[in-house]
DNA sequence: TGATTGTGTACTATTCTAGTCCTATTTAAA
DNA sequence: TTTAAATAGGACTAGAATAGTACACAATCA
């Protein structure tokens, strides 16, 4: 599996439930509750997206997380990069050190590129999308989900 | 990071030594020398990609293995498949049960979808895409590479 | 002042990954 | 027929990463 950690699965889900009323604070008590996620996981995620202006924190009674943003304004790839670090497919794409192949690793440039599509797949799609209903049934999304991505090598 | 693991990556440059000479068997310790993997590994990667059909084995002396098909025919999506297992990012894209959110998990549908773009990005890359030199320089993949995915949702 | 709520740090158990090794089987060549 | 070269399959281990927990501390409000 081309895996993304539980941690990151469950931010996405913490920060759907708080887009969906961000009119209020939520408090890391009542955001574990709605979720089913156990309080001090949930805690140590908030921290993280609070550290990464995704969230602000309000202390003391009374207080709780918020959105730092509107939904719409905070992507995807934005949660990813909080919990997982930037994204990259293989190590190369970050450090371009280390690599000890001994013949010439000519598809590092390759890699780059997936990595640039798939970044940019999960740049666009922000929160707001994720908590809108999806119409699957809607077949047009087959066609225009397409990325014709081997031809940019021709 | 959006990891794919060390083991998928020397299997796209192991995949891509041989692609680069389809015409003749090669023998694990050839390509160990070749790329400077460490032979047990190499071994290792070549028997999962002899099980999942991608390579074809010959055994005993003068043996060695070669492509099941043309480069153009072996897309990276089945290569990563074969190393990490369906290709996902959630797991509860790949079976839904045990998903135990209190609340509903109204994303998930969103998940598929970012997964279906990726998938799709993978599978249209074939083998032969990766060992062309790429023209990075090219300004016009920029644009070119914009999925339009936000726009699926309204 | 005390209750409530977030902050920061450290710790641990578990799972996953990468890598190694050994033995059996198959085939070609001597 | 024997021998060497090569793959096949499985077991095993060390190390790293992940997930989750715990606790002392700081801030705020009533």
Redesign the pocket.
């Known amino acids: 599996m081309l895996?993304l950690?539980?941690?990151t699965d469950?931010a996405t889900v913490i920060l759907s439930f708080m887009a969906r009323d961000n009119t209020q604070l939520h408090?890391?008590?009542e955001i574990a509750s709605a979720t089913g996620i156990?309080l001090?996981?949930v805690?140590?995620i908030?921290?993280l997206l609070?550290?990464a202006k995704l969230l602000i924190?309000?202390?003391?009674?009374?207080?709780?997380?918020a959105l730092a943003r509107a939904p719409e304004k905070i992507s995807i790839a934005a949660v990813i990069s909080v919990l997982e670090g930037p994204i990259a497919l293989t190590e190369c794409s970050i450090s371009h050190q280390g690599c000890e192949q001994a013949s010439g690793c000519d598809i590092r440039d390759s890699w780059s590129l997936i990595n640039q599509t798939i970044h940019n797949a999960l740049e666009a799609l922000t929160l707001a999308d994720m908590i809108k209903p999806v119409q699957l049934q809607n077949p047009a999304w087959k066609q225009e989900i397409l990325i014709p991505i081997a031809s940019l090598y021709r």
Chains 1, 2 share one sequence.
């Open positions: 895996r950690s539980k941690l469950y408090a890391a008590m156990a001090p996981t805690s140590k908030l921290k609070v550290n924190s309000t202390r003391g009674a009374k207080g709780g997380y």
